[in-house]
């Protein structure tokens, strides 16, 4: 017969060691150590054709927040799992309870779980933002096992909990907050959304560089992880998917902090073209592709002596890799030279760009802050740049400069190969020498 093997785990940190221990030598708590024998395993499911087994995901519930709906890919999925996280003050309890009561109005039970408010406090939201539906409960509760016990009595068809950080088991070692009390409420929320089939959704507290709080776990543990992003100060909201099992991680939603709540942005190009100066020297418009949905934005940069012993290379809402692989490229491809001098380059509006469809627009901006050189107002740029200087083709190029020609610009910056547009003038080049030339800021 085969012997169990005893263990020991500390409730701070989640630490294992083989014998107890009275101070963790992993984060120094003392007393922390218990019992955590893995229990004997239960009855396992047996295995079944592919073809027989029911398909998870076939019906998704709609939220009623399309912004939301946009990034989750329609929809909810019964006994999903999803974590909201986001900075305090971005309005994460907002865009759930407003989900929440969209849901409820069409006669769908759902459960507020509030962790960390009053129940008064909760009803006072709703009341701002109309979502008094007789069909979404609430309850102010801390405890892991009361929690399951109203959700066995209300049984929900989509539950939120707020935070799955104050959510604790008095049963299990450590205190709410705790490296090991998350991960192992995490774990049995997950059980008890499949069980039930039930979608879940988790707010969660990120930490002071922007990750998610507790341990990385957490994250693997749930079907979907969701970044709600902005700026405290600035009323637009970011939401995007860095993990999502039921659909792509790569559509932005766009939203707007009102007085009545989150409101979707209508047209999110002209929102941040919207403060643009056409004639400053580093200013460059491009268009890239959020998912299905074509952005146009503002690239600018600014080339200045630098005062360090080794020049700066600053991006915001950038790669910095991608901005100091650029530089280089213009450098030594376009002969434009930034040795003794400071780069800084960003996106207006903040909105993070990861793909090379803006490669050209970034190189023409970096080109035309050293030259001090503007590009024409009418004109966008796009294309991605490669190592030696050639511009290549980027997807969906006709239904970028679309966007482009929508917003009234007639002059485009293209790779050679790109298709013709009904309405929009196409410089077509090579490599990027010429396209600095077509736009002007080749300080010729």
Not at 168 to 183: I, N, T
Not at 401 to 414: I, K, P, Y
């Amino acid at each position: 017969m085969a012997r169990t093997c005893v263990r020991y785990r500390c409730g701070e940190c989640g630490y294992e060691s083989a014998k107890w221990l009275g101070r963790c030598t992993d984060c120094g708590a003392w007393g922390s150590f218990g019992d955590d024998t893995p229990a004997a395993p239960g009855p396992v499911s047996a295995p079944a054709p592919i073809g027989e087994i029911d398909g998870l995901g076939a019906a998704r519930v709609p939220t009623g927040v399309g912004e939301l709906d946009r990034v989750l890919g329609g929809g909810l999925v019964a006994g999903s799992v999803t974590l909201l996280g986001g900075e305090p003050g971005m309005g994460k309890s907002t865009l759930l309870l407003q989900a929440l009561g969209a849901i409820a109005d069409r006669g769908t039970r759902c459960l507020l779980v509030s962790a960390e408010e009053s129940a008064a406090q909760v009803r006072l939201r709703a009341d701002r933002l109309g979502t008094l539906a007789p069909d979404l409960l609430v309850v102010s509760e801390t405890s892991l096992p009361v929690v399951a016990a109203h959700v066995d009595a209300v049984a929900p068809v989509v539950c939120v909990i707020d935070s799955v950080q104050t959510v604790s088991d008095p049963d299990a070692p450590g205190a709410a907050g705790s490296v090991a009390q998350v991960r192992d409420a995490a774990q049995a929320i997950v059980r008890m959304a499949k069980s039930r089939a039930m979608a879940v959704l988790l707010v969660g507290h990120v930490t002071k560089d922007g990750a998610l709080a507790g341990p990385r776990a957490l994250e693997h543990v749930v079907d979907t992880v969701l970044s709600f992003e902005g700026d405290r100060h600035h009323g637009l909201r970011m939401l995007r998917a860095l993990k999502h099992r039921f659909g792509g991680t790569d559509e932005l939603g766009l939203l707007e902090m009102t007085g009545s709540g989150l409101a979707a942005v209508a047209d999110p190009s002209a929102l941040f073209l919207a403060d643009r100066r056409p004639d400053a020297p580093g200013s460059v418009v491009t268009c890239v592709m959020e998912g299905a949905r074509p952005l146009c934005v503002e690239v600018q940069a600014l080339v200045s002596d630098h005062s360090a012993p080794i020049p700066r290379r600053v991006a915001q809402a950038l790669e910095q890799s991608r901005l100091a692989m650029l530089t280089a490229v213009v450098q030594e491809r376009a002969g434009v030279a930034f040795r003794d001098h400071d780069v800084y380059a960003s996106i207006a509006g903040n909105v993070r760009v990861a793909e090379p469809g803006a490669d050209l627009a970034i190189a023409v901006a970096l080109a035309g802050a050293r030259h001090g050189r503007a590009v024409r107002g009418d004109t966008v740029v796009v294309g991605e740049v490669g190592l030696g200087g050639e511009v290549r083709q980027v997807p969906q190029g006709p239904r970028r400069l679309q966007e482009a020609l929508r917003l009234g610009f007639t002059r485009a910056v293209v790779p050679a190969s790109t298709p013709d547009v009904h309405g929009m003038r196409l410089e077509r080049v090579a490599d990027l020498r010429e396209a600095l030339a077509r736009t002007g800021v080749d300080g010729g």
